[in-house]
Structures are given as C-alpha cells and as structure tokens.
C-alpha cells in the first residue's frame, strides 16, 4: 500500500493531507524520513510523523479556529475551494466541523476528530447558544427590531424560538440563538428590514473567539472540552 493511503487508513489524516506532511518531511519509515507520498509500505514498517509513532489510537481533540470569509466549512468542497480543515494541517487525525458556517461568514467554528462530540453539540436538542455580530443595512436599528428578534420572527420554515438580541451600535446587532437553521441570522436580521452585510460569530456555547485573528487556531484544553460537553 501507498505510504499517505496507510497514514490516511490509520487515521493519521486525509490523504491529501497526509501527502502534504509527507512531502514537508515529516514522516519517517524505521526512522529515515520519507518525501515519496507514493513509497509502498507493507505495514511490517515503523512509520513515524514528527517522531511519534502511527498506530496508537488518536486523541480526542477540539480546535478553535477564526473562519475568514471565503472559506467554506466542510471538510471538503467540491469547488475546489479551502476549507476549514485544510486550515490547520498540523493536525494529526481526521478533522470533522462542528456545524457550519456560510462561505461569507466570518468567526468561531469548532473542529474536532470526535465525530460524538460533533454530533452532540450540533443536535437541536442540546440547544447550544451561538451569538453572532451582524452589521446590517438600513441604519438605525431600532427597539422595535431588536424586540422582534428576541420574541421570533416568522421564516418561511416555521418562526423562530425567543433569542437573545441587543443593539450595539446603530449599524450592528448581536444576537444569540439556540438553532441552526440555515442562514437563519441573515434571513432573521432581513426580515425585520435589515439585511446582513457582514456577519460573524463571537462565540458558541461557553467558548468565545477572544484573540484569534482571521485564520488563526488552537487547540482546547481538556478542561474546556470538559465545559464544551456539559454545555
Ligand atoms: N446564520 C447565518 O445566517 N449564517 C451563518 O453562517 C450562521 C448563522
């Protein structure tokens, strides 16, 4: 077998991804490094990226990452366009988004390997709250918006449950909901007269997106994993 298929099949990363860490050098074969993603490899082998050892079982990890505009949030997108994985290549296990982002949206999203732990905190029963900032059109916005927003506006899928929503600027609005439906803040911010001109999320669930400059990630602490989990 192919040496980035066996890293793929071992759970190391994507294939693609794996290619990508072999051609940098990272990986080595009975400890000389290999540059060849195409090597054959019988599996007899001690293949090792950035001198650890594949084979042990992966971790659970979580990754905050700041989505710049553009970038959509699959793990892969047909287009050809980046995605939120390829934006944290170190990464040493198979990386699944926690929910999604529009491709224009901007702000935190979640990765993790831990295909429960996405599930969990994407399911509308646990309601986990996400709060958005939403610079809108037709400035300013009034009380009246705002009150329509937390009490639920009518989408054409149904009205939206009680969210959270304050004005804080004339041009901005924050608002945090316990949904996901589909491009639901800027549908809900249109459809009480001010559509979305740039959107962003600021947190979800206890996490917040504090410094994290557009394309930047780290890594969550076990502690704050924890806090993620017990919502
Ligand atoms: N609501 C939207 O309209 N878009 C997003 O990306 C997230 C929430």
């Known amino acids: ?6 890293l793929a099949h071992s759970g ?6 794996a290619e990508t860490m072999i051609a940098a050098g ?3 074969i009975d400890g000389a490094t290999v540059t060849d993603p195409a090597r054959d490899v019988t599996g007899a082998e001690t293949i090792a990226v950035d001198g650890e050892p594949v084979g042990a079982a992966p971790r659970r990890v979580v990754y905050a990452l700041h ?28 990386l699944y988004p926690v929910g999604r982002l529009d491709a224009d949206t901007t702000g ?15 399911h509308p029963r646990y309601e986990v709250p996400k709060t958005y900032r939403a610079k809108v059109a037709n400035p300013p916005v009034g009380e009246r918006a705002v009150q329509r927003l937390r009490d639920g506006v009518a989408l054409d899928d149904g009205p939206t449950a009680p969210a959270r929503a304050r004005r804080v600027r004339p041009d901005v609005i924050e608002l945090t909901i316990r949904e996901g439906r589909k491009r639901q803040v800027r549908r809900m911010c249109e459809a009480v007269g001010h559509p979305v001109v740039s959107l962003e999320r600021i947190a979800f669930g206890p996490l917040r997106l504090g410094g994290l400059g557009p394309g930047e990630h780290r890594q969550l602490t076990p502690a704050e994993i924890e806090r993620l989990r017990r919502g």
């Open 26 to 28: 990272r990986v080595t």
């Open 1 to 6: 077998m192919r040496l980035a298929k066996n």
């Open 67 to 94: 989505k710049p505009a553009g970038v959509v949030s699959t793990a892969r997108d047909t287009h050809g366009r980046p995605t939120v994985v390829d934006l944290v290549p170190e990464a040493r296990t198979r």
């Open 12 to 17: 190391v990363a994507s294939r693609r991804a």
């Open 108 to 122: 935190l999203i979640l990765l993790t390997n831990d295909g429960a732990l996405a599930d969990h905190l994407t």
